[in-house]
């Protein structure tokens, strides 16, 4: 059930506009009804072959670098708006940078590596990173780097056949989130208490479903 005041997707400023109005949204059904892009796309074009749907605005939005992709809603992907994504890294991050976060023991190496990884080389592609840092615990590791808000999909790349043309799906290149967006923009928020904006964060889910199960709230935010 959609509750915003915005038509179906049909293409990926409409999926911008309704990231924008909403402040931030998961991809798929969040278990708050009418909370998430699913939702607000037609069957038409919800992953159905030859046709343009949310799979591939995301590469086009992402590409733009107008909002936030990732795994950042109970490990799934969603999107953020620039409005709330201060919120969600000073929430997320608990007022600890990465090193921070790893010296209290709250980091594993996995994650280190990959983040030691990117601070070295720059964004890289999901499969570099991968072979880099090696394959056991990765998935585990860049999924919490997305829930942490260090890490960000910056964009996604396409393999290309012997006639330079794009096929299959686009491969994410990984980037921590202050080179993708500068660190004045990160941590716009962080001199706050990251409760006021887990606070701004919930109110904002709850101003839009004023009926929203509080646990599924806290667990969307967790």
Not at 56 to 81: H, M, N, P, Q
Request: proline fraction near 5%; glycine fraction near 8%; aromatic fraction near 12%.
């Amino acid at each position: 059930m959609a509750v915003l005041n915005i038509p179906p997707l049909n293409s990926a400023d409409d999926l911008l506009s309704l990231v924008e109005a909403a402040g931030f949204l998961p991809f798929m059904r969040s278990g708050i009804e009418g909370f998430s892009v699913q939702e607000y796309t037609p069957a038409k074009r919800w992953f159905v072959k030859d046709a343009e749907g949310p799979w591939e605005w995301r590469e086009t939005l992402a590409e733009r670098g107008v909002i936030a992709y990732g795994k950042v809603f109970d490990k799934k992907a969603g999107f953020i708006s620039p409005a709330y994504y201060p919120d969600f890294v000073n929430w997320r991050r608990g007022g600890l940078d990465f090193a921070d976060r790893y010296d209290a023991g709250l980091a594993s190496r996995a994650e280190k590596r990959i983040m030691d990884l990117l601070a070295e080389r720059g964004p890289l592609l999901s499969t570099d990173l991968r072979a880099l840092a090696g394959h056991k615990g990765f998935e585990t590791a860049i999924t919490s780097l997305q829930m942490r808000c260090y890490v960000v999909a910056l964009r996604f790349e396409h393999r290309r056949d012997a006639f330079g043309r794009p096929y299959g799906i686009g491969v994410t290149r990984f980037a921590q989130s202050e080179a993708a967006f500068g660190e004045a923009f990160v941590c716009a928020r962080c001199g706050e208490a990251p409760e006021i904006s887990k606070k701004r964060l919930s109110d904002r889910i709850h101003a839009l479903f004023p009926s929203a199960d509080e646990r599924q709230v806290q667990r969307l935010l967790r």
